[in-house]
């Protein structure tokens, strides 16, 4: 992913814009916005994936897919979301 610092006053200053001073940075998804939208369905539950893809003591629940059993973020383990977690933080 590329994030881009649009808050700052070198950035407003090339663009024309002005720098909205609220105190917190202002971000901008320059590439990799699928990435960020299917970790946000996937920890927010909107998203099963292969239960496959861990290990079989880290799923706690499926759901049948047509392609074979598939497993959204609260249906792992909690030691499973964890490692998951670790692996992956946003």
């Known amino acids: 992913m ?3 610092d649009r808050g700052n ?14 105190g917190e ?7 990799g ?5 299917t970790a946000r369905f996937w ?10 893809w861990f290990p079989a003591e880290h799923v706690a629940t499926t759901e049948e897919a047509g392609d074979g ?6 249906g792992l383990t909690r030691p499973g979301q964890l490692q998951f977690e670790r692996m992956a933080t946003l």
């Not at 006053?9 to 609220?22: E, I, L, P, Q």
């Open 25 to 31: 940075p202002t971000w901008a998804c320059i590439d």
């Open 43 to 52: 920890f927010d539950d909107q998203l099963a994936v292969p239960a496959s």
């Open 9 to 22: 006053a070198a950035w407003a200053k090339a663009n024309g814009r002005s720098v909205y001073d609220t």
């Open 2 to 4: 590329i994030i881009s």
């Open 69 to 74: 059993p598939c497993v959204r973020f609260s």
């Open 33 to 37: 916005k699928q990435r960020i939208t």
